[in-house]
């Protein structure tokens, strides 16, 4: 079984100040890892995703994450947030053999942007 | 595409009443998924149906859940008898398996939002 923890329940942020929103995960398999956003009222839409390669990945909206198989970690990143980024961003992962489409999200994490 | 649609958006029952949530996915999608969304649980997988067929579905919390997927293109999520806990927002995601990638997008609709007094 996987699991994954968002330790940040709320984030609060100035505008065009950068931005880390931090993901841990644990599992007993490889994982793919996942960052997705859902702004108010709407579902979840995919941000970015780490299937295999480079531990860097882009995502969309300037958005970045980095995968640390050593410390089990997928945290996002933006240089510079805008307003329009307040949303809630939810880390998940998907056993990597097996039902791979199946996702465990964490509890999320409220981005809040103020100028 | 109009993306994945789930009707009602806003759903207000009493208590004991029968609820039934609907869901058309994006159409070619082969799997098909059915999310429940808390502020104390967060978002939990409840079900998934693969080519119309249920996979898993070990997260339906219990036996008044029932979901069914008649066809490609319609799923319904039942809760019978409904109870205030069972207060949420449902979501509904779809993803389509191609060639050998073994992980697939999933793709949500905007969630049914119920209330149950």
């Known amino acids: 079984a996987q699991s994954v923890t968002q330790l940040d329940s709320q984030v609060p942020v100035f505008e065009e100040a950068p931005v880390e929103l931090r993901c841990n995960y644990s599992s007993s398999v490889s994982v793919y890892l996942f960052w997705y956003v859902q702004y108010p009222n709407q579902g979840l839409q995919l941000l970015l995703k780490y299937l295999s390669g480079s531990t860097l990945v882009k995502g969309i909206n300037g958005f970045e994450a980095e995968f640390n198989k050593s410390q089990t970690s997928f945290h996002l990143r933006k240089p510079s947030v805008h307003i329009s980024d307040t949303a809630e961003y939810f880390c998940?992962?998907?056993?990597?053999?097996?039902?791979?489409?199946?996702?465990?999200f964490g509890t999320g994490t409220r981005l809040q942007v103020t100028l | 595409d109009a993306g994945v649609i789930q009707s009602p958006r806003h759903e207000v029952t009493e208590m004991g009443q029968e609820v039934t949530l609907r869901c058309k996915p994006i159409s070619g999608h082969d799997y098909l998924f059915w999310y429940r969304q808390t502020m104390m649980r967060g978002l939990e997988l409840l079900i998934y149906?693969?080519?119309?067929?249920?996979?898993?579905d070990s997260g339906m919390p219990e036996d008044r859940f029932s979901a069914k997927m008649p066809n490609a293109s319609f799923s319904t999520l039942k809760i019978q008898p409904s109870e205030p806990r069972d207060s949420a927002v449902y979501f509904c995601a779809s993803s389509k398996r191609s060639g050998g990638i073994s992980y697939n997008e999933q793709f949500f609709g905007p969630g049914t939002r119920l209330t149950v007094l």
């Open positions: 998940a992962v998907s056993p990597v053999t097996g039902t791979a489409s199946k996702l465990t």
């Open positions: 149906f693969n080519n119309n067929v249920p996979i898993d």
